[in-house]
Each structure stands twice: as structure tokens, then as C-alpha cells.
């Protein structure tokens, strides 16, 4: 019996064997990039929504997340780390009333009694604690700082600012990926 051997899948298939080892040497370099391009784009909607979602000043905002951990070839990751604990009243726009003092902490204006910016008696304040920390008496002659109840941490991950980066991230990550793909493999 004649026996027919016949090779057209290896030709073809060494065509494409060249394509994917192009794309296997050039996408480790590539990836990284893409990633903190995203990650970039992403943190720039997480300090718009952040900044709506608590009614701190961007720059404070700004400063708390700080510059993220790039991603790096072998490590496709893209991380915002922020910092932050119960924030005080002096970064949410206090203003002083007989009452107390008055800030804007998530943006809505709230009285906080027994709180005070100046000393003394009320039609003749004067500056009593410096760069305009809002305080609060704790017995005697003792002060704290008046805390807002707010945690930038936490506002992160929650709320609009988590939605920000989901919206963001995900369908740009995907975009760009593919689109580099197509490039590298025509």
C-alpha cells in the first residue's frame, strides 16, 4: 500500500512559530508599560472622585496617596497605596461659630460643638493654636486635635472613588492590551 505523507501544516505553522516568538521576546517589556499607563490614567479618576467624595483640597489628596509601586517586567501590578488616618478638621474648611466650629468634612457641611479655632471671649478673639487647627477642651487646661470621623483609606476603596477606578482601569487595561497585541502579532 502506497503510503502519502504530506508537510502543509509545518510550513504554515513555522510562519507563525517566527510571529509568536517575536511577541514572546517584545510583550515582557511591553505589559509593564501598559500597566502603569492604565494604573496612571486610573489614579488621575481616583484623586477627581476622592477629592468630590470627602471635600478635602486635591492637593491634600494628592499627597496622601503619593507615587505608586510601577509595575516591572516579571511583576504586572499596578499599586496606590495612601496613608491617612482620622483626618482633622483644619483640612476640611473650618469656619468658627458661637456654637463651634463648622467644616465640610464628604463635602457637607457639619457643626462640630465644643470645638474652637480662637480663644478667648467672642466679639474679641484671638489666635490661640497656630496654623489654624481646629481644637477641642479634654478637661482642664488639656486640647486634642477636633478629628473628622473620615479616613482616606477608606473613602478609597469605597463609594465613587472605587467605582472611578473599576470604570477606568478594567475596559482601558483591556483596550490597550489587545491593541498591543495586534501590533506586535499582525
Same mark, same amino acid.
Given at each position: 500500500?502506497?503510503?502519502?505523507?504530506?508537510?502543509?501544516?509545518?510550513?504554515?505553522?513555522? !510562519?507563525?512559530?517566527?510571529?509568536? =516568538?517575536?511577541? &514572546?521576546? +517584545? $510583550?515582557?517589556? #511591553?505589559? /509593564?508599560?501598559?500597566?502603569?499607563?492604565?494604573?496612571?490614567?486610573?489614579?488621575?479618576?481616583?484623586?477627581?472622585?476622592?477629592?468630590?467624595?470627602?471635600?478635602?483640597?486635591?492637593?491634600?489628596?494628592?499627597?496622601?496617596?503619593?507615587?505608586?509601586?510601577?509595575?516591572?517586567?516579571?511583576?504586572? !501590578?499596578?499599586?496606590?497605596?495612601? =496613608?491617612?488616618? &482620622?483626618? +482633622? $478638621?483644619?483640612? #476640611?474648611? /473650618?469656619?468658627?461659630?458661637?456654637?463651634?466650629?463648622?467644616?465640610?468634612?464628604?463635602?457637607?457641611?457639619?457643626?462640630?460643638?465644643?470645638?474652637?479655632?480662637?480663644?478667648?471671649?467672642?466679639?474679641?478673639?484671638?489666635?490661640?493654636?497656630?496654623?489654624?487647627?481646629?481644637?477641642?477642651?479634654?478637661?482642664?487646661?488639656?486640647?486634642?486635635?477636633?478629628?473628622?470621623?473620615?479616613?482616606?483609606? #477608606?473613602?478609597?476603596?469605597?463609594?465613587?472613588?472605587?467605582?472611578?477606578?473599576?470604570?477606568?482601569?478594567?475596559?482601558?487595561?483591556?483596550?490597550?492590551?489587545?491593541?498591543?497585541?495586534?501590533?506586535?502579532?499582525?
Amino acid at each position: 500500500m502506497p503510503q502519502l505523507i504530506t508537510r502543509w501544516g509545518d510550513d504554515h505553522v513555522a !510562519a507563525f512559530a517566527a510571529r509568536i =516568538a517575536e511577541m &514572546n521576546r +517584545r $510583550l515582557p517589556k #511591553v505589559l /509593564p508599560r501598559i500597566v502603569n499607563q492604565v494604573g496612571n490614567r486610573a489614579k488621575t479618576q481616583v484623586i477627581r472622585a476622592l477629592t468630590r467624595q470627602t471635600g478635602l483640597p486635591r492637593k491634600t489628596i494628592v499627597k496622601a496617596i503619593g507615587k505608586p509601586a510601577t509595575a516591572r517586567p516579571g511583576r504586572l !501590578a499596578y499599586e496606590m497605596q495612601t =496613608a491617612g488616618g &482620622n483626618i +482633622r $478638621l483644619k483640612y #476640611v474648611k /473650618p469656619k468658627e461659630t458661637r456654637a463651634g466650629v463648622k467644616a465640610s468634612p464628604w463635602g457637607k457641611r457639619t457643626l462640630f460643638p465644643g470645638t474652637f479655632i480662637l480663644g478667648g471671649a467672642f466679639p474679641d478673639r484671638y489666635g490661640l493654636v497656630r496654623d489654624g487647627h481646629v481644637m477641642r477642651r479634654i478637661g482642664g487646661r488639656k486640647l486634642t486635635f477636633a478629628r473628622s470621623g473620615m479616613f482616606i483609606p #477608606v473613602e478609597m476603596t469605597t463609594g465613587a472613588t472605587a467605582a472611578a477606578f473599576e470604570q477606568t482601569a478594567a475596559p482601558l487595561l483591556k483596550t490597550r492590551v489587545e491593541a498591543a497585541l495586534v501590533k506586535l502579532v499582525p
